[in-house]
């Protein structure tokens, strides 16, 4: 099997109630399969990651941040996956961003989100727990135990 090798960057946003946003959304390939998400997508070239991660975030939610707020990534993973017909092998690192509250605005979707995010949703830790639906990363709920 052939990987297409990406760098991706993703935020942890954890509001003042300790719950993390997550995107509901799918393949265009794979219409019957959907999932929830984190903020968060591939590097632009030359991007650094905190670049990449603030650029996503505002593209999604509607949040501008500097990139400098990010700090350094909690958590780095290696995942592989299929879209659109393509198999993808994918360096992720992690932010964690903590705000009051936030209004998510979908406006800045560009034409690919616009087709597969479909909604999103602020989680606790204990509604990742008992979720029967799929959550990516993998783990969620620990990794947001560790982290926060």
Do not use: C
């Not at 958590?75 to 992690?94: C, I, P, V």
Request: no cysteine; glycine share 8%; proline share 5%.
């Amino acid at each position: 099997m052939t990987f297409i090798d990406r760098r991706a960057a993703r935020v942890l946003l954890i509001d003042a109630a300790e719950r993390v946003l997550l995107l509901h959304g799918g393949d265009p390939a794979r219409a019957d399969q959907h999932w929830w998400f984190t903020p968060g997508g591939g590097l632009n070239e030359g991007e650094t990651p905190a670049l990449g991660a603030a650029r996503e975030l505002l593209e999604e939610t509607g949040l501008r941040v500097d990139p400098a707020e990010l700090g350094e990534p909690v958590h780095h993973e290696t995942t592989e996956f299929s879209y659109d017909n393509r198999q993808y092998r994918q360096d992720q690192d992690f932010f964690l961003l903590r705000i009051d509250s936030w209004q998510v605005d979908t406006t800045g979707f560009d034409p690919e989100e616009q087709r597969t995010i479909t909604a999103h949703r602020w989680w606790s830790v204990a509604e990742l727990d008992t979720s029967t639906e799929q959550i990516f990363p993998i783990g969620l709920a620990d990794l947001l135990r560790k982290v926060l």
